[in-house]
């Protein structure tokens, strides 16, 4: 990537977030979004990761209130513990706990797997949230570069290795999900193919929304191996839209004004339900690909725009 196309991908993301935050402001306008009614869901169980603040926090927050059994995994022991304990408190569901992963490393990812296996419980919803967004170029423990590595090897490590648990708790009428957090980003993308590590040219925005389109293509893979193999497992992936969180804490500081001074009325609240809790009930169990609101000719434009891969 050259220094202009990392300029050019940049004005692209911005523009991909201003029209969120068009279609936001025209909503709310029009009524807001209507709040989910949630069916309680005990004796199920749930792993969030980046359940420890943000959107991964009230997800988990609302996955406790419906009575599941909510599994935080996050890489802040100390900011995890006072998590938990915050959220038991408020949803008065014992069952919230933190096991230790982190997401840049595939070694703490497989150690995560071991422990949560040896608990011997089944896995009804794995939400795959956890982010970083346009930080500085970075490795991961591994070696990749953070926006691909953390972002989307992470997560489909973590969801291939939990893939016999998830299937063997899905059952007919009650499927097990994977539900992951893209963003509307993906929709700017480009997948560098010759340079997925960005090391000729690094872009933030590039690389954080190129991570978002591989979770993309990722879901849609596998929901079709899923589907192909009649497994109870559905896989899906969701845009919480623009969201009020410490996400945007490595954007140029003008950007973060903004979000200081306007973001009560041009972001989301992170406590909204239709961020992302919503999502994980709102379609009927058997549906798949609720994603971005994804028709199959987004699925086309994706394929069209990503040669080689489907
Ligand atoms: N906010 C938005 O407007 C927006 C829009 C579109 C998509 N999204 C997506 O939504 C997801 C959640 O973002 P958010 O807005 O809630 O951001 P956030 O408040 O920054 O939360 C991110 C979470 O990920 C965790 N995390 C970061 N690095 C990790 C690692 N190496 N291992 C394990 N956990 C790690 C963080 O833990 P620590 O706090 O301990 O670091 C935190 O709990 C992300 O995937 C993001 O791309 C957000
Ligand atoms: C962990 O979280 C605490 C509390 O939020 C914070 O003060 C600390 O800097 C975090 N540690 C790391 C290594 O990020
Ligand atoms: C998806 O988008 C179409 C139009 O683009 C709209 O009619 C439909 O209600 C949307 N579905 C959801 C679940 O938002």
């Known amino acids: 990537m050259s220094p202009l196309s990392a300029l050019w991908a940049a004005l692209r993301v911005y523009a991909?977030?201003?029209?969120?935050?068009l279609e936001q402001l025209l909503r709310r306008c029009r009524g807001g979004f209507p709040e989910p009614v949630f069916a309680p869901q005990p004796d199920r169980v749930a792993i969030v990761t980046g359940g420890t603040d943000g959107i991964g926090y009230s997800t988990a927050k609302h996955l406790a209130r419906l009575g599941m059994h909510v599994i935080i995994a996050g890489n802040n022991n100390?900011?995890?513990?006072?998590?938990?304990?915050?959220?038991?408190?408020?949803?008065?569901?014992v069952?919230?706990?933190?096991?230790?992963?982190?997401l840049a490393s595939m070694a703490s990812i497989w150690q995560f797997v071991q422990k949560f296996k040896m608990k011997k419980i089944p896995l009804h919803v794995l939400v795959n949230n956890a982010g970083v967004m346009m930080v500085p170029?970075?490795?991961?423990?591994?070696?990749?570069?953070?926006?691909f590595g953390l972002n989307y090897l992470g997560h489909f490590l973590l969801t291939n290795l939990l893939l016999d648990?998830?299937?063997?708790s899905g059952s007919p009428g009650h499927n097990a999900r994977v539900v992951t957090v893209s963003s509307?980003?993906?929709y700017v993308a480009e997948l560098n193919m010759d340079d997925l590590q960005s090391s000729a040219c690094y872009s933030p925005h590039g690389a954080y929304a190129q991570s978002k389109l591989a979770l993309v293509l990722f879901?849609?893979?596998?929901?079709?191996?899923?589907?192909?193999?009649?497994?109870?497992?559905?896989?899906?992936?969701?845009?919480?839209?623009?969201?009020h969180t410490d996400l945007y804490r490595h954007l140029f500081w003008g950007t973060r004004l903004v979000k200081k001074l306007l973001g009560w009325l041009l972001f989301k609240a992170q406590s909204s339900s239709t961020c992302l809790g919503g999502c994980l009930f709102l379609t009927p169990p058997e549906s798949t690909g609720i994603h971005l609101n994804s028709t199959h000719q987004e699925r086309e434009h994706l394929s069209s725009r990503c040669p080689g891969i489907r």
Do not use: W
């Not at 170029?137 to 990749?144: C, E, L, M, V």
């Not at 929901?223 to 969701?238: D, P």
């Open 78 to 93: 100390s900011k995890a513990e006072e998590a938990v304990r915050e959220l038991k408190e408020e949803t008065l569901n």
């Open 165 to 168: 648990t998830l299937r063997e």
């Open 219 to 243: 879901t849609y893979h596998l929901q079709g191996l899923l589907a192909a193999a009649g497994s109870h497992v559905t896989a899906n992936v969701v845009d919480p839209g623009v969201v």
């Open 16 to 21: 991909a977030g201003a029209a969120v935050i």
């Open 184 to 186: 509307a980003t993906h």
């Open 137 to 147: 170029q970075r490795k991961t423990r591994d070696g990749f570069e953070e926006h």
């Open 95 to 102: 069952k919230v706990e933190f096991l230790y992963c982190d």
